[in-house]
């Protein structure tokens, strides 16, 4: 089995385990993602998931062995399209979950190389916690295999259209210091402690007030390519229920006493 998940109270770690390939993804890893992801995202018990590859590595991209082996028949790679129909399953992408919408955050814990598909499998988790040593990088641009799982979508929207374009144009290596300057994660940590600080990071989300979060990460996604007029009344139609669900609730606990003094321990 590549994909296995541990769970701690509301935190899922699902642990991809490829290690001699340096978790490049195949098929039936690509597959178990996303069988982890729509388990996680459908488990009422289930607040927030960390991605991690076991090994080192974060992820080294697509399987080029196997990718390599299409030469003599394409057939599967045509059979994962893209239907505009919203009343058609999507088929995963070549990276397994990258494709999913998912109504939870996840947190990508990066050791080691997270390159070319690696990468897009990072960009679509909602925040990245790299090692020192780890790194990015479009490394399939010497192999003439495109980014076709949402990295030359995702890291534009995150870093900005010339940045990205300078990193996907050239496919050089994007060390963790400089991918935290650019925006493309959000935290760096000493090597071997990605998990443990993805996690932590992880089960402080989970203490909050959840139909929330959840809103307010939905409206971050929403607006994207809307007016200012149309997210802003996005925003207030998917955070009404929301308001009503917890926010009253939670004034009403902060108006009672807690909180004070900036002590959220017991919220």
């Not at 089995?1 to 385990?17: A, D, L, P």
């Not at 399939?140 to 949402?150: A, E, K, M, N």
């Not at 996690?199 to 390519?225: K, L, N, T």
């Not at 809307?226 to 802003?232: I, N, P, V």
């Amino acid at each position: 089995m590549t994909v296995r998940i541990e769970k701690k109270g509301k935190v899922w770690t699902v642990i991809h385990s490829r290690p001699q390939a340096r978790n490049a993804m195949d098929p039936e890893s690509a597959d178990a993602l996303v069988e982890a992801f729509t388990a996680f995202d459908r488990d009422a018990d289930a607040v927030v998931a960390v991605l991690w590859g076991e090994g080192g590595a974060f992820c080294a991209g697509w399987d080029l062995k196997y990718c390599g082996s299409l030469i003599e028949d394409p057939t599967p790679i045509h059979s994962i399209d893209y239907p505009l129909d919203d009343r058609r399953p999507i088929p995963r992408g070549p990276l397994g979950p990258t494709r999913l919408e998912l109504d939870k955050p996840v947190i990508a814990a990066v050791a080691g190389p997270a390159v070319a598909g690696g990468f897009e499998l990072a960009l679509w988790c909602d925040v990245r916690v790299m090692e020192k040593s780890a790194y990015f990088g479009v490394y399939c641009r010497r192999w003439g295999v495109p980014l076709i799982d949402g990295g030359t979508v995702r890291l534009p929207r995150i870093v900005g259209m010339g940045r990205a374009l300078e990193i996907i144009l050239t496919g050089r290596k994007v060390p963790a210091e400089e991918a935290l300057r650019i925006g493309a994660c959000e935290h760096v940590v000493a090597d071997g402690e990605s998990r443990k600080f993805a996690e932590a990071m992880a089960h402080e989300i989970a203490r909050f007030p959840q139909v929330c979060m959840r809103a307010d990460r939905r409206s971050a996604y929403m607006q994207q390519g809307l007016t200012l007029r149309e997210a802003m009344r996005k925003e207030w139609y998917n955070g009404l229920p929301a308001f009503e669900a917890e926010g009253i609730a939670g004034a009403e606990r902060f108006a009672s006493g807690k909180g004070r003094h900036g002590d959220f321990r017991d919220i």
